[in-house]
């Protein structure tokens, strides 16, 4: 028997413990000191006393490598087929405008065509989604720029929009930047809202440093009435804090505002940490953005001396806030891109898009759906293709079924192919993870 290609094995942060998982065998367990030494030595070439090895084996961390190869196989293709069943998520993009000028917004250079959302454009959107997509579970979200802009036209549109939802009996999300919620509440009262995300950077002066309106003022006040008018009408919460190195020093402080205001106590509410990257190009300096496991330590290290901050965001650790909440691993990820398989994009213009990461990139357009019908198939099947098994360097990665070749559109930003990779530090989030939510079993 050989030792499992897909084994992660390290080290626990701030242990003398060590984790093994395997997400292809579904195991995940916790080493003393001793089997992780044994362990160590085996793989510089030792032999393991019998006892441990039969444990080894039995859990799927050494393996006959034909039989592993059909497993495989096997939940390979029970990922394919788990995916054709998911529900899709359908973004819809009616302009590209907006009333913030953020110090990190990715879109500020798109150009902004001059031609407006019609109703013909969203006849001809929801005339797309029941064809393309009929029998597809389904839902839409509402993307920008920013879709709740204050005016009587842009109401009207939204009115509209919701209204052809309703009819094709589509739950709805909104991604705004919160600052013209509470003019909408009514309007969205009328719709099956399923979330409306909203940003806050930080309390106060940190989030308005960051988030401002055009043309300078505050904007953190107005956003938290909207929360708290969303909440009062049962229209679920998701509130999103872009971190960097700017602002990561606020987050317990937010923390404690969420606490306090009786949010995170409330079930219409929940929260995302969203880390500030270069996508396309980032207005802020690379010196002010975290790496992806550089946020995540810091997160850990915030933790230890503010453990409130767990009651308003609960960092995933990759797979590890999942073991924790559910006593087992989740299935292989043989795919983190839902881009053309569970997500599509579409934009007011009348132009299809793979994600939210590519509208409104003209060269990114994979066809139209106003005024007629058109796709690029072989742009679109590049995208459908993307997985672990198309791509090269996940091959011989131990850790292709917890990370998932990554972002499509940032590997193809970085390589200009769509099947490269976009490498998630597995492995350093993992050592992280064990330590915060297993360091009492240790």
Same mark, same amino acid.
């Given at each position: ?155 009207? %549109? ?35 809202? %399923? ?26 006040? %107005? ?200 490498? %998630? ?18």
């Amino acid at each position: 028997m050989i030792y499992s290609k897909h084994n992660i094995f390290s080290r626990i942060t701030g242990s003398d413990n060590f984790f093994i998982v395997n997400l292809l065998s579904g195991s995940a367990d916790i080493l003393n000191p001793a089997e992780g030494q044994m362990l160590l030595d085996f793989l510089g070439g030792k032999e393991i006393a019998g006892d441990f090895r039969l444990n080894l084996a039995g859990q799927g961390y050494l393996v006959d490598e034909k039989e592993e190869e059909r497993l495989y196989r096997s939940k390979y293709l029970d990922f394919i087929d788990a995916r054709a069943e998911d529900e899709v998520q359908l973004f819809f993009v009616p302009n590209y405008s907006c009333n913030f000028a953020c110090t990190y917004c990715y879109q500020d250079e798109y150009n902004n065509t001059s031609q407006e959302l019609t109703t013909d454009v969203m006849d001809a959107l929801f005339r797309y989604i029941k064809l393309e997509f009929a029998g597809r579970k389904k839902y839409l979200t509402v993307f920008g720029g920013e879709p709740l802009l204050s005016s009587p036209k842009q109401k009207e %549109r939204i009115t509209y929009l919701l209204k052809l939802a309703n009819e094709s009996n589509l739950e709805v999300c909104f991604v705004t930047n919160g600052y013209s919620l509470v003019e909408y509440i009514d309007i969205l009262k009328k719709a099956h809202i %399923r979330e409306i995300q909203v940003t806050l950077d930080g309390k106060g002066g940190v989030h308005d440093k960051r988030r401002f309106l055009k043309g300078g003022g505050a904007t953190f006040e %107005r956003i938290v009435e909207g929360i708290d008018a969303c909440l009062r009408n049962e229209l679920p919460v998701n509130l999103r804090m872009v971190v960097d190195k700017e602002n990561i020093d606020g987050l317990p402080e937010m923390a404690q505002f969420a606490i306090d205001k009786g949010w995170t106590k409330n079930k219409f509410f929940k929260t995302q940490l969203g880390r500030n990257y270069e996508l396309h190009h980032c207005q802020a300096t690379s010196e002010k953005l975290f790496s992806r496991i550089s946020l995540y330590e810091t997160i850990y290290q915030q933790v230890k001396q503010h453990p409130h901050i767990l009651e308003f965001y609960k960092p995933a650790y990759s797979i590890s806030k999942f073991l924790a909440e559910n006593g087992s691993l989740p299935d292989p990820l043989f795919d983190s891109c839902p881009a053309c398989k569970t997500e599509w994009a579409f934009d007011y213009t009348g132009q299809i898009f793979s994600c939210t990461a590519t509208v409104g990139k003209s060269d990114e357009s994979l066809g139209t759906f106003y005024p007629e019908v058109s796709r690029k198939e072989e742009m679109i099947a590049a995208w459908e293709n993307r997985d672990v098994t198309a791509i090269a360097e996940c091959f011989t990665c131990s850790m292709q079924l917890a990370c998932g070749g990554g972002c499509g559109s940032v590997a193809k930003n970085r390589t200009g192919n769509v099947c490269s990779t976009d490498c %998630r530090p597995v492995k350093e989030l993992l050592e992280l993870g064990f330590s915060a939510y297993f360091g009492k079993e240790q």
